[in-house]
């Protein structure tokens, strides 16, 4: 029985990357016999899951009957975290929002009350949507930080009583709770929605309050040791003397962080730098809104922020050379909340890459911006469910071989 329904979780997991497939397609994906896959199917259709889709295009032979969720069969609440911003949204089997999106600013750091609050964002999100908690089929969080996902655990930012911050939210909301960190499901989502699409090796650069990195090594996402791979942001990189928020000086963060770069947008509009949409008090206190200022302000070609944002381009750009010399990667994706401004980061990160690596390691390389933009972390949060949901334990795994 134990066995079946990891199998089903397996054909919901693969139903959820693919949109269709076929019952001989399937039978491949989660390597078992057409007659058991053809009995999951059988099963997940009489439970109102599993639907016939049609057929499948010619190719010369039968045709085979093709399959699919129904997307209002089930639902996943996506949590994206940052050090500032929360975002929850309630998405259908096809990653497709069934209600508004609700955010708000939560700061991560010294706030003790940054779980309760989040609980109820969930409640109250999953009450707007109008959905039964039976249909919820997890929820996927993801913050940043150094995070243990097995024991739902984040070192830098968030803690409770015992540690867990998924049993904590789990016990409180009633379904499954998953947290990862917010560069790898960003990269989660790149691979199996985004840019990263069928690449083997691709570096996911998350751009954000820090410079994250996601790395996706031989079609699989690379965590380290201690699932702490990634820190992308404190490479001691300058010789700036700039305390980092991991208490270091002169990483790459200091220099190219979206904060970063706010803090140099007023301080250049206080020595009287020209900016055609930016006002000199444009600071408002808050960080998003200070962001999205300067977005708007480059989408509209203001040159100061785009000398900003270019320059800020240039020094991710000599840390991801570092990154191509070391892991020869296919491609180098630009994700996360900073590629709201678009193709501005790629000009500049293009032009490192062409001065400071060798050519023969670089020449392969592609870089591109994020087809997801910043909805990519919620798309990986919402992944990193069944993605938890279809892994097997390995005393589990151990009993039914």
């Known amino acids: 029985m134990q066995k079946k329904i990891h199998y089903k979780k397996l054909v919901l997991r693969e139903f959820y990357y693919a949109g269709s497939l076929s019952c001989a397609e399937l039978s491949t994906r989660i390597g078992k016999s057409i007659p058991f896959t053809t009995q999951l199917l059988s099963d997940l259709a ?29 639902y996943i609440i996506a949590v994206a975290m940052d050090q500032m911003v929360t975002r929850v949204a309630v998405m259908d089997f096809d990653n497709k929002p069934v ?3 609700l955010q708000e600013e939560l700061k991560l750091a010294d706030n003790p009350e940054v779980l309760l609050h989040l609980k109820v964002l969930i409640e109250g999100a999953i009450k707007k949507a109008k959905i039964s908690k039976k249909k919820v089929l997890g929820v996927g969080i993801g913050m940043p930080g150094f995070i243990d996902p097995q024991k739902g655990i984040n070192y830098s930012f968030v803690s409770v009583d015992d540690n867990s911050i998924s ?15 917010d560069s790898s499901i960003i990269a989660l989502a790149e691979q199996h929605f985004g840019a990263a699409m069928g690449v083997g090796n691709a570096m996911v650069v ?8 996601g790395l996706i090594l031989n079609n699989q996402l690379y965590r380290g ?16 003397n700039k305390v980092c928020s991991c208490g270091k000086r002169g990483c790459l963060e200091t220099e190219t962080s979206l904060k970063v770069l706010i803090d140099k947008a007023e301080q250049g509009l206080k020595k009287r730098a020209s900016s055609a949409f930016l006002k000199k008090d444009f600071r408002t206190g808050s ?38 010399h070391l892991f020869n990667p296919d491609l180098i994706v630009l994700s996360g909340r900073g590629s709201q401004a678009g193709r501005l980061w790629q000009a500049p990160v293009l032009q490192a890459l062409a001065e400071h690596c060798i050519p023969r390691l670089v020449g ?18 919402a992944a990193l469910v069944l993605e938890n949901q279809a892994r097997m334990k390995e005393k589990h795994k151990m009993a039914v071989l």
């Open 46 to 74: 009489k439970e109102g899951v599993v639907v016939e889709d049609g057929l499948a295009p010619s190719n010369g032979g039968r045709r085979p009957v093709m399959y699919s969720v129904k997307p209002e069969a089930m």
């Open 99 to 101: 209600m508004p999106l």
């Open 167 to 181: 049993g904590y939210l789990q016990k409180e909301l009633d379904v499954p709770v998953y947290i990862d960190n």
């Open 206 to 213: 998350n751009i954000g309050w820090g410079i994250g990195l």
């Open 225 to 240: 040791g201690n699932g702490f791979a990634g820190e992308f942001s404190h490479i001691p990189f300058f010789d700036n």
């Open 287 to 324: 960080m998003e809104r200070d962001w999205q200022a300067i977005v708007k302000a480059a989408q509209q070609g203001d040159e100061y922020v785009v000398r900003l944002l270019t320059g800020a381009g240039y020094d991710i750009g000599r840390g991801v050379a570092v990154l191509i």
């Open 364 to 381: 392969n390389t592609l870089v591109k911006m994020s087809t997801l933009g910043h909805k990519a972390e919620l798309v990986g949060a």
